[in-house]
């Protein structure tokens, strides 16, 4: 038994963040001589999140960083050399240990900008290179990409809801899944628009601001809120935001205005009081009210309690006082909706003798679920303010034709052709040539400026939490209809 079961995890070789299927399947190719026919995959989703209108592109700067480090250690094949199977043989003979021994990661990944507004069926990522390495990357990217993703668009939408002025503070590492799952949230909590994490560990690997007050034990611990304040105060003299509702809120709140008296006689001021249980409504707009009438018009009111994107815009709505916003719970675990159900599927392949491509397709019996051949390229049309009009997905591999037409690959009767001239941007740019990495990553704080831009861009009926606009998203129309050809060719044809 593993006696570091948590300082022991990440070691200097992460190769094995992946689905034994994966390594599976990358036998398979090496034995069947397949391993370096060149592939393309493409990562995206097909819903946006929370039932929303869009989603916030993350986690790349992650994926860029398992891929640059994806090597094979001596104890990853000694493990894999250790797996046996049903007939208790090795799973994996020793020469195909030896070939991932070898393996260097060599592919072209093109991806779309961290903090980028995305959309359904759009790629995020295109994987370009020999089979078994983009089919082997599959899992790590995955999961990398779709938590961050998901957390990021969260947070995206509280801070929709909070408003540009007030403050959003990440609260939620108690309730995180575990020490990766919080800190990776606290990265894609800021990235989507978070101003500030409580996560130590995250402000120091990622620069994120931190913030906090203290826990209702601190009241309790001295017996007398006033004792308790004031002896915050004496240790934070500059920076004290005093929890209010140990007690009685109101009450509390005349308790902290008698400290900030005396710590402004001092030469300090107050910077907050907390509200973290009751009608944060009613209970705001009275402390707001105490703190106004005493002076003390610039004491910040920070609210908590399991908020999230609805309660607040109903708070704000309510005319709560409150200008600062604890979210825990609910933005880290993204407690409405699990998980983001982001895929990772192949679009194209080539054939034996290296000419030319066979594109492939995934079908179901659910349209939404049939994948889309092709090398993709992600185009976003935008109207004379640059702000985004419609998003076109079309095939690198095959020349554009000089009429645009975009096609609701859902829905065929739903065409939109493209202005002659029309402005736009490619989406997906290159990450990595021949395994090299050709693009300088933005900062963190860089990816949060940008993904604030891209979702003011948006039209406010994209944006809104109840039944939002769907964002135009086609197929160029040649692809659209390669793509029904392909379904058809695909699927049986049985006699009615």
Partial sequence: MNSAPLSGLYGPSLALVTDLYQLTMAYGYWQ??????????HLYFRKAPFQGGYAVAAGLALAVDWLEHLRFSDDDL??????????????????????LRDLKFTCNVDAVPEGTVVFGNEPLLRIQGPLLQAQLVETAL??????????????????????????VLEFGLRRAQGFDGGLGASRAAYLGGANATSNVLAGQRYGIPVRGTHAHSWVMSFGDEEKAFAAYAQAFPDDSVFLVDTY??????????????????????????????????????????????????????????????NLIASLR??????DTWGVGTQLVTAYNQAALGGVYKLAALRPADGTGWDFTIKLSEQLAKT???????????????????????????????????????????????????APFRELLEPVFRQGQRVLELPTLAE?????????????????????????????????????????????PQRPA
């Fill in 32 to 41: 069947q001589g397949m391993q370096d026919r060149e592939a393309v995959f």
């Fill in 78 to 99: 000694a493990y894999l050399g250790g797996l046996r199977g049903s007939q208790g043989t090795p799973l994996f003979p020793p020469a195909f240990l030896a070939y």
């Fill in 142 to 167: 995955l999961t990398l990409v779709n938590f961050q993703t998901l957390i990021a668009t969260k947070a995206a939408r509280i801070r929709e809801a909070a408003g540009p002025d007030d403050q």
């Fill in 248 to 309: 009685d809120t109101l009450d509390g709140v005349r308790h902290a205005i008698e400290v900030a008296r005396q710590m402004r006689q001092n030469g300090h001021e107050l910077g907050g009081i907390r509200l973290d249980s009751g009608d944060l409504a009613y209970l705001s707009r009275g402390a707001r009210a105490l703190l106004d009438e005493a002076g003390f018009d610039k004491v910040h009111i920070v609210a908590s309690n399991d908020l999230e994107e």
């Fill in 317 to 322: 709505q309510q005319g709560a006082r409150i």
């Fill in 371 to 421: 994948s889309i051949p092709g090398i993709l390229q992600v185009r976003r049309y935008l109207d004379d303010h640059g702000r985004p009009r419609a998003d076109m997905l079309y095939n690198t591999a095959a020349p554009l034709p000089e009429t645009l037409t975009l096609v609701d690959p859902n829905d065929a009767t739903r065409r939109r052709p493209v202005r002659p001239g």
């Fill in 447 to 491: 990816s949060r400026a940008l993904a604030q831009r891209e979702v003011a861009s948006l039209d406010p009926a994209v944006r809104r939490f109840l039944n939002p606009h769907t964002y135009p998203v086609g197929l160029e129309l040649s692809l659209y209809d390669y793509r029904t050809q392909l379904i058809l060719e695909k699927r």
